[in-house]
């Protein structure tokens, strides 16, 4: 019997788990009431739906993002209690012959992966074991069908519910990105014509073997089916061969067991290379794991070590994995080390050249990211990759550039901040102070609601005139783009007050006026009946509007005209002091930046006379 899950429901819908289940709560749509299908069955808890029922349900409430609901149906209902690495190799037999399965019997399917694998390379001996049902076969069958192509069919065998149920989680894609760029170098490094992959049985193997483009070897027949539904090329073990061993997953023991035996397992002239728990590869240990870790690294074969970002695990994504590049024969006695986790744009051409130049043992380059230790530090106890390591930085060829950067920060921090004071008395004030709703002031006509547009801000430039509001990322559009794309856009006035709702309410004024509103931001414009301005409008909104409430609500005190319009020049002294204050903030965060880089380098020194330009005028 083939059933599906609400998780299959989700993925056949194209839509997020928790949608179903609302589905399921809310039966009314478009007027009518269709309710979801019932469970026909349940399995350790979790329901299970006919297909055709769930098919019937999508196509008469129109739900769901996935207009090939009725197609993509055969490859996500798995028959109930099939095994996945069965449904991998009928799909592998499939691969090889070409032939339908629905209806082929054991003895045939066992004659045709004789005739298509005489070595018994991928499935002959579980094709002579395995006795599949008749609906596994038209499963399988309907899964290519319904798939763009038999490395599709994979893909949706293993993020399927099969794969679900085994509570595994692989590495994230940037994590086979990185890992297959490291492998090509290391193959472009060998530079030999016939190179082969030599992977492990790890579930991650595969995938960074194809990310990487090179012959995949491996004694695993699982790996070995698996590349080739993956369309990835296959080759028998020989002497130029890169060896790829993941241990993901795995206590601290058998992390510095797979690590022993890639080390001293590598012949000269052959790379290898280990994913492994940073915890373990590269972080500091103790005791006797710490004597397994440098027993390893003393035979000299690890030219290089790095320690990876969070997040690329995800099994788990708090805890950060490490690498290791080996090479047998290398006697490295300074392999070269960095943490990425301290890089924030990495570029992975400039990493895996640094990964090149340490297989060549060469200080014949600068490093981008990566530096060389002394393997005697981590021979006696210290981590093998510390935090934030990276390359060594050369300083610029003169002082000049750090000493002008502090003159010119210093002509910032040094220059008088103008004070502002506000002359106030005392007045007879009132016994009752009424405040006047933003809803109650349109409706009066003293200011109108007017809607941002939703913009796409890729169009965007940092030479662009038309400023989009409230960004502050310094983009804008040409005008004549923003014309051509954004025809029936809301423009400012000035005087114009910008706000958001959520997460919580802020206003701004734009005094220039012109500019664009990106949506959900909205523009509130006072007209002239107004007896107060932005400024006090913008104010009132930051100060006294609370968190989930609506525009309409916001308040804002009842003044006199004469009132207010002396507010709002005082306001406009403050806001004025606030940004000069804030660009001396800057300034005088930038000088400490450039105060540390001048220092370091060797370019400044603080043991200056009071002559020095910007010093004497700090002291008067």
């Known amino acids: 019997m083939r059933t599906l899950t609400l998780q299959d429901v989700a993925d ?54 996935n207009p090939a609901v009725e197609y993509d149906v055969s490859a996500i209902a798995v028959p109930d209690g099939a095994d996945l690495e069965e449904l991998v190799t009928l799909l592998a037999w499939r691969a090889l012959t070409g032939v339908e399965l629905t209806g082929t019997s054991s003895a045939e399917r066992l004659l045709l992966a004789r005739q298509y694998d005489p070595d018994d390379t991928y499935v002959v001996t579980e094709m002579d074991t395995i006795r599949p049902s008749a609906a596994t076969l038209e499963y399988i069958d309907e899964l290519v069908e319904a798939s763009f192509g038999l490395p599709d069919a ?46 492990d049985g790890s579930a991650e193997s595969l995938a960074v073997a194809t990310e990487s483009g ?7 027949r699982a790996v070995l089916r698996r590349a080739l539904i993956a369309g990835a090329t296959t080759s028998r073990s020989h002497a130029d061969e890169i060896c790829f061993v993941s241990a993901v997953g795995r206590d601290p023991a058998a992390v510095l067991d797979r690590a022993d035996e890639l080390v001293l397992g590598l012949e000269p002239g052959r790379i290898g290379v280990l994913v492994g728990p940073a915890s373990v590869l590269t972080d500091t240990l103790a005791g006797e794991l710490q004597q397994r870790r440098a027993d ?35 006697d490295e006695h300074r392999p070269c080390v960095t943490d990425l986790a301290a890089v924030h744009d990495l570029d992975l051409g400039d990493f895996t050249a640094d990964i090149a130049a340490a297989l060549a043992q060469t200080d014949r380059r600068a490093f981008r990211y990566a530096r060389r230790i002394e393997r005697s530090s981590v021979l006696a106890g210290g981590p093998f990759v510390p935090r934030g390591a990276r390359a060594v930085t050369l300083s610029p060829s ?79 559009f040409d005008p004549v783009d923003a014309e051509r794309l954004y025809p029936r856009s809301t423009r400012t006035e000035p005087g114009d007050v910008i706000f958001v709702q959520k997460p919580r309410p802020r206003a701004w004024v734009d005094l220039h006026g012109g500019a664009m509103v990106a949506s959900p931001a909205r523009i509130l414009r006072l007209s002239g009946a107004a007896d107060f301005g932005p400024r006090v409008l913008a104010a009132a909104i930051n100060e006294t509007a609370t968190a989930g409430s609506e525009w309409p609500s916001w308040t804002v005190p009842e003044m006199t005209a004469e009132e207010a319009a002396r507010l709002e020049a005082a306001l406009g002294d403050l806001e004025r002091y606030e940004a000069e204050a804030r660009r001396r903030v800057e300034a005088a965060r930038a000088l400490k930046t450039a105060l540390i880089d001048g220092v370091a380098a060797g370019a400044l020194t603080l043991d200056a006379e009071p002559t020095t330009p910007g010093v004497a005028a700090a002291q008067h």
């Not at 519910?161 to 090509?184: F, I, K, M, N, P």
Request: aromatic share 4%; glycine share 10%.
């Open 12 to 65: 056949l819908a194209n839509v997020q788990r928790p949608v179903v289940s609302m589905w399921r709560n809310r039966p009314r749509v478009r007027g009518q009431v269709i309710p979801f299908p019932d469970a026909v069955s349940r399995a350790g808890g979790i329901e299970r739906f006919r297909p055709e029922e769930v098919v019937d349900y999508l196509r008469r409430t129109g739900r769901g993002n």
């Open 154 to 199: 994979l893909a949706r065998l293993e993020q399927g519910r099969l794969h679900r149920e085994s509570a595994t989680r692989g590495l994230t894609d940037e994590a086979v990105t990185l890992l297959g760029r490291v492998l090509a170098e290391c193959a472009v490094f060998l530079d030999v014509e016939d190179i082969s992959l030599n992977v």
């Open 214 to 220: 090179i012959a995949v070897t491996s004694r695993n």
């Open 296 to 330: 390893t690294l003393r035979v000299g074969n690890v030219v290089a070590a790095v320690r990876l970002p969070r997040g690329l695990w995800r099994e788990a994504h708090r805890q950060s994995l490490a690498l290791w590049v080996c090479l047998g024969g290398a």
């Open 398 to 476: 003169g002082d000049d550039s750090h000493l002008e950067r502090v003159h010119a920060l210093t002509l910032t921090t040094t220059a008088p901040l103008t004070p502002v004071d506000v002359l106030v008395q005392s007045s007879p004030g009132r016994l009752r102070l009424r405040h006047r709703s933003l809803g109650e002031l349109r409706d009066q006509g003293k200011l109108t609601l007017k809607r941002g547009n939703r913009i796409d801000l890729t169009h965007a430039t940092s030479h662009g005139t038309v400023r989009v509001l409230p960004a502050d990322d310094g983009l804008g």
